[in-house]
């Protein structure tokens, strides 16, 4: 049995920064459906642009993987495509209850999972990696160097799939996209004090970007094509592909 995400349904004297420790990894399926827009549309799209991009004998990525949903679309979707599959994440509530939710499942391509951090991890002769909501949380300074790594492990015609929950960039536009995300919350059950209680909890820690921003720094480490194919509200995910031709940026 799934269970709901109640964290921050009490008043809470102070809201402490948001951690992804047991009691997040616990109601983490029921707390992304319900906090992010489109998150299982996204999922299956991650298992159609595997199925199309990965390419045999190659590495798929998952950074930032937590129980592993992105990295099972991936393997369900690759079954004729000879290839390994790494996730990672550096919460070890995470990755133990990844390990737990992937073996259960009897998959012909097996996906390994490592408790570390994005960016102590080496990419190698990679077809795809996947940061689905993950950079969000990764310190602002060391972003372009983990794409820079990312985009020199690829292969040529790689993937990257980045998805992010972006700022617009006017005061005005953001409260508009932030208000209708709150409104989506509220829709799903979440009460006004969940929802401003769960604002302040990721405020130091989830520093989010402008598209132009992304945009901009994909293409200052080397993608020359990023792609935005999802966005609702403030949410996002975008593929940056590595063509042949190219070589890192400076
Ligand atoms: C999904 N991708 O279901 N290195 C590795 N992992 C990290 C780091 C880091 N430096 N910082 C945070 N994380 C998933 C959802 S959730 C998104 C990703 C969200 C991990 C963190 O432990 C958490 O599991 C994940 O990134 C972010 O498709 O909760 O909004």
């Given at each position: 049995?799934?269970?709901?995400?109640?964290?921050?349904?009490?008043?809470?004297?102070?809201?402490?920064?948001?951690?992804?420790?047991?009691?997040?990894?616990?109601?983490?399926?029921?707390m992304?459906?319900?906090?992010?827009?489109?998150?299982?549309?996204?999922?299956?799209?991650?298992?159609?642009?595997?199925?199309?991009?990965?390419?045999?004998?190659?590495?798929?990525?998952?950074?930032?993987?937590?129980?592993?949903?992105?990295?099972?679309?991936?393997?369900?979707?690759?079954?004729?495509?000879?290839?390994?599959i790494?996730?990672?994440?550096?919460?070890?509530?995470?990755?133990?209850?990844?390990?737990?939710?992937?073996?259960?499942?009897?998959?012909?391509?097996?996906?390994?999972?490592?408790?570390?951090?994005?960016?102590?991890?080496?990419?190698?002769?990679?077809?795809?990696?996947?940061?689905?909501?993950?950079?969000?949380?990764?310190p602002?300074?060391?972003?372009?160097?983990?794409?820079?790594?990312?985009?020199?492990?690829?292969?040529?015609?790689g993937?990257?799939?980045?998805?992010?929950?972006?700022?617009?960039?006017?005061?005005?536009?953001?409260?508009?996209?932030?208000?209708?995300?709150?409104?989506?919350?509220?829709?799903?059950?979440?009460?006004?004090?969940?929802?401003?209680?769960?604002?302040a909890?990721?405020?130091?820690?989830?520093?989010?970007?402008?598209?132009?921003?992304?945009?901009?720094?994909?293409?200052?480490?080397?993608?020359?094509?990023?792609?935005?194919?999802?966005?609702?509200?403030?949410?996002?995910?975008?593929?940056?592909?590595?063509?042949?031709?190219?070589?890192?940026?400076?």
């Amino acid at each position: 049995m799934q269970k709901s995400d109640t964290l921050f349904a009490s008043p809470l004297s102070s809201v402490a920064d948001f951690r992804f420790d047991e009691t997040v990894a616990e109601v983490f399926p029921d707390m992304i459906q319900r906090s992010v827009p489109g998150y299982q549309s996204i999922i299956n799209t991650i298992g159609e642009l595997a199925a199309a991009k990965v390419q045999p004998n190659t590495t798929v990525y998952d950074l930032g993987c937590s129980l592993g949903a992105a990295s099972l679309a991936v393997a369900r979707a690759t079954q004729d495509i000879p290839c390994n599959i790494i996730g990672i994440d550096n919460s070890e509530a995470m990755t133990n209850r990844c390990k737990r939710i992937i073996q259960s499942f009897s998959l012909p391509t097996p996906i390994e999972v490592n408790c570390q951090s994005a960016q102590d991890t080496e990419i190698d002769n990679a077809s795809m990696v996947i940061m689905n909501f993950t950079l969000q949380f990764i310190p602002p300074a060391d972003r372009e160097n983990l794409l820079l790594k990312i985009f020199n492990g690829l292969v040529p015609g790689g993937i990257l799939v980045l998805s992010e929950k972006i700022r617009h960039p006017s005061v005005a536009g953001n409260e508009l996209l932030v208000d209708l995300h709150h409104q989506f919350k509220r829709q799903n059950g979440y009460s006004e004090l969940e929802v401003s209680q769960k604002r302040a909890a990721l405020e130091n820690v989830m520093l989010t970007d402008t598209f132009a921003e992304h945009e901009a720094r994909l293409k200052a480490v080397g993608f020359s094509d990023v792609v935005m194919w999802f966005k609702c509200y403030n949410f996002t995910s975008m593929v940056a592909i590595k063509h042949a031709q190219e070589t890192a940026g400076e």
